[in-house]
C-alpha cells in the first residue's frame, strides 16, 4: 500500500486528502478536510501543509508523492500560480517548493482541468484509452487533454482553454467573450442564458417554473433552471435546447481537430444528461466527420460528483511516475 496527498485549491474552499492506493492502482481516499480559502496565498497554503501534517498523524500514514488542483492561469514548470480570475491575490505564488521542503516528496501542480483529466483517464471514464478529452462544463468551461497516452498541456499550460472559442456572434458572457463556448455551457453561462429567456417570457405573459417576476431575476441558478426543465417548464427546456446544441456544435469541433477515442463531460452533462444527451448528439452528429465519429464516445464524467476529490491525488500520482521515469533514465553506477 502507498498513500498520497492530495491538496485543492479553490476560490472558495481548500481541500486536503489523502490516498490510498492499492497494488493495482485504485484510489480509495482515507481521509479529507477543507477549509475557507484565506484572502493571503501563504496563510492558505499554510494551513494546507499543517492540515496534511495532521491528517498524516491521525491517520499513522506517510504521503510519498502531494499533486495540487487549482484553477489556471499558472505554470505547472516552476509551482507558480498566476492569478486565476477566483484568487486575485494569487500573483506569481509558488504553490510547489513550500510543500516540497517542508515535507521532502515529489509535488506537481496542474490546473483544475487538466488534474481532472489525469482523474478520469486513470479511475474514471477515461480508463483504457490513449486519446481522451475532458470538459468540465461547470462553473466554466475548460478541457483538459490526454493525447497519445499522455497529458498535453500545451506551451505554456494553456492548452484546453476551448471555453473561449467563440461559438455565436452574441449570446451569454463566458471567459470574457459574447457568445463564447462557456458563456453558453457553463453554470454561469446557462443562468446568464436563462435570466434572458425568462425576460422575455415574463414580457409576453409567460411565467417560468425557475423566475417568477422581474425582480427575482438575480436569483436565477443554473440549479432552478435544470430543475425546472426536468419538470417540463418550456422556457427552461428551451434553455437547455440551446445549450445542448451549442455544446454538439463544440464536441464536433474539438473530435475534428484531436480524433479522440472519447470525451468525458464532467458537472452539468451528468446531471442533465436525459434533457442533454439526445440534443448534443443529433448536433454533433450533423456537423462532426463521420469517420472521425464512428470511434469516439462521449460520456459523463465516471467519478461524478466526487470528481473534484480525485483530481489533485490524480497529480500527486502523476508526479509519482514521472519521478519513477527519471530515475529509470539515469544510468547506473556500472555504467557511468
Not at 10 to 19: E, H, L, N, P, R
Not at 23 to 37: M, R, W
Not at 251 to 274: E, F, K, T
Amino acid at each position: 500500500m502507498m498513500h498520497i496527498a492530495g491538496l485543492d485549491i479553490g476560490g472558495t474552499k481548500c481541500a486536503v486528502s489523502i490516498g490510498r492506493l492499492d497494488e493495482l492502482g485504485t484510489v480509495s481516499i482515507i481521509d479529507k478536510e477543507q477549509f475557507p480559502t484565506p484572502s493571503s496565498p501563504s496563510a492558505a497554503l499554510t494551513a494546507m501543509m499543517d492540515l496534511l501534517e495532521q491528517l498524516q498523524r491521525k491517520q499513522g500514514v506517510l504521503v510519498r508523492a502531494a499533486g495540487i488542483s487549482c484553477g489556471g492561469p499558472l505554470d505547472s514548470q516552476s509551482g507558480k500560480v498566476h492569478r486565476p480570475p477566483n484568487l486575485p491575490n494569487w500573483d506569481a505564488f509558488d504553490v510547489v517548493t513550500p510543500v516540497r521542503e517542508r515535507f521532502g516528496i515529489p509535488v506537481a501542480l496542474q490546473n483544475d482541468a487538466n488534474a481532472c483529466a489525469l482523474a478520469e483517464w486513470t479511475w474514471g471514464a477515461g480508463r483504457g484509452t490513449r486519446n481522451m478529452i475532458f470538459l468540465t462544463f461547470g462553473t466554466g468551461m475548460g478541457a483538459g487533454l490526454i493525447l497519445d497516452g499522455k497529458l498535453y498541456s500545451g506551451t505554456n499550460d494553456m492548452a484546453g482553454e476551448v471555453g473561449h472559442v467563440r461559438m455565436e456572434h452574441d449570446g451569454p458572457i463566458g471567459y470574457g467573450k459574447a457568445g463564447s463556448f462557456e458563456g453558453f455551457c457553463s453554470g454561469g453561462g446557462i443562468a446568464r442564458l436563462a435570466a434572458a429567456r425568462a425576460k422575455k417570457a415574463l414580457m409576453n405573459g409567460v411565467t417560468p417554473l425557475y423566475c417568477s417576476s422581474m425582480d427575482k431575476m438575480d436569483e436565477i441558478t443554473t440549479k432552478k433552471v435544470g430543475e425546472a426543465a426536468q419538470a417540463g417548464d418550456v422556457t427552461a427546456l428551451a434553455v437547455f435546447h440551446t445549450v445542448g446544441v451549442q455544446l454538439g456544435r463544440g464536441l464536433a469541433m474539438l473530435v475534428d481537430i484531436l480524433n479522440p477515442q472519447r470525451i468525458v463531460i464532467g458537472s452539468i452533462y451528468g446531471r442533465q444528461q436525459a434533457i442533454l444527451e439526445p440534443i448534443v448528439q443529433k448536433t454533433f452528429h450533423e456537423e462532426v466527420l463521420s469517420y472521425s465519429a464512428a470511434v469516439c464516445d462521449i460520456v459523463p464524467a465516471g467519478l461524478g460528483e466526487n470528481i473534484g476529490d480525485y483530481a489533485s491525488l490524480s497529480v500527486a500520482l502523476h508526479a509519482l511516475k514521472a519521478k519513477d521515469r527519471r530515475k529509470q533514465m539515469m544510468p547506473s553506477m556500472s555504467e557511468a
